[in-house]
Nanobody
């Protein structure tokens, strides 16, 4: 189970942090991360981070967003800086465990960037 938190309403240029805590066994080898979905659009990758430390960012967030994780706490974080209105979306936490064909999703947390 994935529990996300930290969304909210901010002005353009502001910063916001998201966190997502996993419960239960998540495997010693996994990928955790974030996707987002804006109204009327498909869900898209934001950033992922593997247990080995490999990161993957969407081009639209490179240089502004930073993903990190605490493997002991089984928690992944997303620090979002210089937010833009186009970052407005529901953000979903993601977990993929090596050897498990299923993808796991948390509930969405809304991020709204508006003046």
């Amino acid at each position: 189970q994935l529990q996300a938190s930290g969304g909210g309403l901010v002005q353009p240029g502001a910063s916001l942090g998201l966190s997502c805590a996993a419960s239960g066994a998540i495997s010693s080898r996994n990928i955790m991360g974030w996707y987002r979905q804006a109204p009327g659009k498909q869900r898209e990758l934001v950033a992922t981070l593997s247990t080995a430390g490999a990161t993957n960012y969407a081009d639209s967030v490179k240089g502004r967003f930073t993903i990190s994780r605490d493997n002991v706490k089984k928690t992944v974080y997303l620090q979002m800086n210089r937010l833009k209105p186009e970052d407005t979306a529901a953000y979903y936490c993601y977990l993929m465990r090596y050897g498990d064909p299923r993808d796991y999703w948390g509930q969405g947390t809304q991020v709204t960037v508006s003046s």
